[in-house]
């Protein structure tokens, strides 16, 4: 049976294989800036689904 310490240190050569076999690496900052980019986007998708949302009960409570 294998330790905890050979199944990570096998784990770890197998993720940087996989790490080396995937490409090219890319720029840190523009890679956060993209993914930065996407979830502000999602955020403000999000924001104005919710907003058309509570609109019609918005409406509703200022009738009453």
Do not use: C, Y
């Not at 050979?6 to 840190?28: I, K, Y």
């Not at 104005?48 to 949302?53: E, F, K």
């Amino acid at each position: 049976m294998a330790s905890f310490e050979q199944v990570g240190v096998h784990e770890l050569g197998r993720l940087w294989d996989e790490g080396m076999a995937s490409g090219s690496s890319v720029d840190g900052n523009q890679a956060f800036a993209r993914i930065k980019s996407k979830l502000d986007a999602k955020v403000a998708e999000t924001q104005v689904a919710m907003t058309r949302r509570s609109q019609p009960e918005a409406e509703a409570m200022k009738r009453k």
